[in-house]
């Protein structure tokens, strides 16, 4: 996911409840999710032009879905791991990309570079650890709100599953 997100002017990457996301300015554009609250998907969560959403999900619904959260902003779901061309995908970021970039950055944009595959899927168990470690890192990060004081393990969750979510993209 990296390759086709940070070849983009001034793109850069940041992790906000516990997944990888990419901006612009401050502004987001995508976010990589896996089994995001048990879902089951490894996904990218796109910011995308109006209208878009309801053409890719009415037409494929194998390949996009509506996310949680930022769906009804009109945020566009790219399942990854069904067989959709990464050629694709690499244009669907640089759409998300335009969105929210300014003109003086998207003019300078050149041809989409092509992006590999991954070499090989997630498995289950990459995907159940994925999601447990959010789980426990939501649990704790309540539990720091609750006692107003932070917690070691807390910082150990955060790390490890930052960890685990950077090698799997």
């Not at 940070?6 to 906000?16: N, T, V």
């Not at 990309?97 to 570079?113: C, F, I, M, Q, W």
């Amino acid at each position: 996911m990296r390759d086709a997100c940070l070849w983009l002017p001034e793109a850069e990457e940041f992790i906000s409840h516990g997944s990888p996301n990419f901006r612009i300015r401050g502004k987001t554009f995508a976010t990589y999710a896996v089994n995001h609250h048990g879902d089951g998907r490894v996904a990218l969560w796109l910011n995308a032009l109006p209208g878009s959403q309801e053409l890719h999900v009415g037409a494929e619904p194998m390949h996009f879905f509506v996310p949680p959260y930022v769906g009804p902003r009109g945020w566009l779901g790219v399942v990854l791991d069904r067989g959709i061309a990464w050629k694709r995908v690499a244009a669907l970021v640089r759409e998300a990309y335009e969105k929210v970039a300014p003109a003086d950055l998207r003019s300078r944009l050149g041809n989409t570079p092509a992006v590999k595959a991954p070499g090989k899927a997630l498995s289950a168990s990459q995907i159940d650890r994925s999601s447990e470690l959010a789980l426990h890192f939501e649990e704790d990060a309540a539990a720091r709100l609750d006692t107003g004081r932070p917690q070691l393990q807390g910082l150990r969750l955060r790390a490890e599953l930052q960890m685990v979510r950077m090698n799997e993209i």
